[in-house]
């Protein structure tokens, strides 16, 4: 599960980092809180950094409001499951992030954690788009691959993002051939760290760099 992420780098940088060529309507961000349906900044096949929105939408849904709002897609079944087995044959993207929220419980209450690369590089995570039109109405619109959960998000969350290294974002696109779902698989011991961030972040309108800093835990 990933249902809410950060984001800092600006576009110019997006593009640099990926050797993009960005659109002209890309969020120009920084947003510390991006929830789900929001524009977000995408890098998908030809090496185009585009904006997308966050929530798939299957090609039969009639309106955006149709059906379950898709953000994430299983790998155990995303080559099955109608709604993104197309997409993850031949429309795959790479999602820059700076890191990802999770929540657990202690009791009622909703404890979050922020997820970022031990080596400070952005994180960057597997996605599927999909172009969607009824009418005048056109959306492209994306999904974050999950898998099951490594040893750090283990004690937080059962599921998380799949994390794509530089070395893999060829075959991610479709740029270095077959074999992108070998890739599909919980990131490696020691790439990522997570520690706790103030509730604050719980809700969906909360703001600012200070979501992402760490808390004292007592």
Known sequence: MCGR??????????????????????????????????????VRDGRRLVAMRWGFLPHWYKSPTD????????????????AFRAACRARRCLIPTAGFYEWNRDGAEKLPWFIRRTDGQPLVMAGIFQEWQRGEDHLVTCAIVTTS??????PI???MPVILEPKDWPLWLG??????????KP???????????????????????ELMEPVVVE
């Open 5 to 42: 992420f950060a984001t800092t780098l600006p576009p110019e940088a997006m593009a640099r980092l990926f050797d993009a060529a960005p659109a002209n309507d890309l969020p120009e961000g920084p947003d510390f809180n991006v929830c789900p349906t929001a524009r977000i900044s995408v």
């Open 67 to 82: 059906g379950p709002l898709l953000i994430n897609a299983r790998a155990e079944t995303i080559a099955e499951k109608p």
């Open 149 to 154: 959960a490594n040893e750090v998000l283990e």
């Open 157 to 159: 969350h059962h599921r």
């Open 175 to 184: 740029e270095a051939g077959k074999g992108a779902a070998l890739l599909m």
């Open 187 to 209: 990131a490696a011991a020691g790439v990522l760290e997570s520690y706790r961030v103030s509730t604050e972040v719980n809700s969906n309108r909360a703001s600012g760099p």
